[in-house]
């Protein structure tokens, strides 16, 4: 703070958050913690619950590791961020199971295995172990939101084309590709969502180089 | 040389025959014995052939044949008799039909209504590890089933021998995970009521003995550690490692079952990581559309071997 002209401009709120949605999307760009971005996404409500969770432990863990960050010796940090990962994820998986039983009971394993998600403990390590409180906050907010929506709309279009359903109410009258609702489905969703996303990316850059060619 | 040892087998043979003729004229009199004390058949053995199937042999064939006649029950619930759809006589054997595939983990209670006769049923133990283990690696494939540890598979399946080392390390971690954290939730934190530790005690077991393999490692196997060395620290933030742990709890599995598990799906990833390391080094040579570069394609390729593996769910025998 003594020197704020030496050091580079913190990153805003508003980055950190957007950096976490799209520039390293944990789902689409970093492909981190892909387990249950594939096994619980058969439905809108599934994806929202898990993402929910995983939202409020890397909030959770980011703040608390954020705060005791002078105070953990660095030789055993894997395993003390663990731990309080473990705790938090105990709590929500308590809250949840209280909550929302009937949800929890199609999600519950995945619940439990947030403790061992890599982007987590992987934010706990870039960002978290480093950066005062409320960068972290932000950062572990974009992270959370960024695997919410894509958890999210993962499940959209899988409930849409195996179910002809949203968030539980029946759009079409039949079930169109029952095939998105299996298990293989879940890959090819992927597959085609990750194009999409790779090919939204490449528009917006193009777009952004053409203008800064523009405006020079 | 030739004769001594010609004469060696031969005397073995013999005393082999005397030996059994001596049984036979043993097992003979028990027979008799038997008959003459209680007239009619006796229950030889009983086998679980089929999980829906029972063979019963008999020493005389059976009057009543009718599903009528006998009663199959589990022993935990004495009260509720499972169905026998068929019953199919040979001889002095009968086979039983039931409605229902039996646990291959059960405790089940035959008894014949005329002549009253009994008999304790479990099916085999080896039948049963048998069953968890291929359940595990094909119908319910860790990873094309059940979507679990797709990090390192997306991450470590690019080349064979990482691949290869990747799978043995992560079958014999995980047996050994399993088989500990399997005691401590048995022994220490059923009876404490402490299960909703679950996880803070089974991702300290995963550390824990990560940590530990990795210093006897680099102590002991120089070599070893520094082909698998890389692959232990990774084993840590994969689900996998403590979806066997988490699912054998929720079960309450007994032990044989719980180290079947472990097993089993530490050789179905094991498998499905050889496999896709095999398709993606092919992948190498093949024109793909650039937006489906790296790891688009490589989700499609999964999506394929998981279609394949459905056809693995028609190995209904092991359900």
Sequence with gaps: MSAPVLEPRPPSARELILNGIFAENPVFRLALSLCPAVAVTTTVMNGLVLGVAVLLVQVLSSLTVALARGRIHPRIRIPVYTLIIAVWVSAIDMLLSGFVPALYAQVGLYVKLIVAFAIIISRLEVFASRQPLVPSFYDALGMGLGFLLALVSIGAMRELLGNGSLVGVPLVASKPLLFFALPAGGFFSITLLMALFNIIERRVESRRRLAAGAAR | ?319
């Design chain 2, 1 to 319: 040389m030739r004769p001594a040892s010609g004469g060696g087998t031969g005397r073995g043979a013999l005393s082999g025959m005397v030996a059994l003729g001596a049984a036979l004229v043993l097992a003979a009199g028990f027979t008799g014995a038997a008959c003459a004390a209680q007239p009619g058949p006796v229950i030889r053995s009983v086998r679980v052939v089929r999980p829906d199937q029972v063979r019963l042999v008999l020493s005389s064939p059976l009057a009543g044949t009718d599903p009528g006649n006998f009663r199959f029950t589990e022993t935990a619930a004495p009260d509720v008799p499972i169905e026998i759809r068929t019953v199919r006589v040979e001889g002095t054997e009968v086979v039983l039909g039931m409605a229902q595939s039996l646990d291959p983990a059960g405790d089940y209670r035959l008894e014949v209504r005329e002549p009253p006769l009994e008999r304790r049923v479990r099916p085999s133990r080896w039948a049963l590890l048998l069953t968890v283990v291929l359940s595990a690696a094909l119908i319910n494939n860790f990873v094309f089933t059940r979507y679990l540890g797709l990090c390192i598979f997306f991450g470590v399946s690019k080349k064979r021998d990482t691949a290869v080392g990747m799978g043995a390390t992560f079958t014999f971690v995980m047996v050994a995970t399993g088989t500990l954290s399997w005691m401590l939730h048995q022994f220490v934190l059923k009876p404490l009521q402490l299960q909703f530790l679950q996880v803070l005690v089974f991702i300290g077991v995963v550390a824990f003995l990560v940590q530990l393999l990795d210093t006897v490692l680099k102590k002991t196997h120089r070599a070893l550690h520094e082909r698998f060395g890389i692959y232990l620290v990774l084993i840590t933030t994969n689900c996998i490692i403590l979806a066997v742990p988490l699912l054998n709890a929720a079960a309450d599995a007994g032990p044989l079952e719980s180290f079947a598990l472990a097993l089993g799906s530490g050789a179905g990833f094991a498998f499905a990581l050889f496999l896709m390391s095999c398709a993606r080094e092919r992948l190498e040579l093949a024109r793909v559309p650039s937006s489906f570069e790296g790891l688009p394609i490589a989700f499609a390729l999964a999506g394929l071997f998981a279609l394949a593996f459905m056809g693995f769910s028609g190995l209904d025998f092991l359900r």
